[in-house]
């Protein structure tokens, strides 16, 4: 069974910076990803980190945010810096499958952590 616990969103403003964090269990066996999804459209994949720590970002992201994990802590982080009232969205955790530069979702999602940029 695959726990996943988000913390860390808020109210920031244009070009501020937040840090999420999902402690995952069981950890290192599974890649691991950020979602998002804003009022009226779809999920969506914003970063991803394979057991290898491969990257991979969606364009509206890329050179802002940044995931990583801590192994000791069983924790994955998202750094968002520069952020903007587009990024505003809940964002979820998942645990999933990473290979030839491909995330795929497993059905292992937190309860999400809102995100909400403005002034």
């Known amino acids: 069974q695959v726990q996943l616990v988000e913390s860390g969103g808020g109210l920031v403003q244009p070009g501020g910076s937040l840090r999420l964090s999902c402690a995952a269990s069981?950890?290192?066996?599974?890649?691991m990803a950020w979602y998002r999804q804003a009022p009226g459209k779809q999920r969506e994949l914003v970063a991803a980190?394979?057991?290898?720590?491969?990257?991979k970002y969606i364009d509206s992201v890329k050179d802002r945010f940044t995931i990583s994990r801590d192994h000791a802590k069983n924790i994955v982080y998202l750094q968002m810096n520069g952020l903007k009232p587009e990024d505003t969205a809940v964002y979820y955790c998942?645990?999933?499958?990473?290979?030839?530069?491909?995330?795929?979702?497993?059905?292992?999602w937190g309860q999400g952590t809102q995100v909400t940029v403005s002034s």
């Open positions: 998942n645990a999933g499958t990473y290979y030839n530069g491909n995330y795929s979702p497993d059905d292992y």
């Open positions: 069981p950890f290192s066996i599974y890649a």
């Open positions: 980190l394979s057991r290898g720590d491969s990257t």
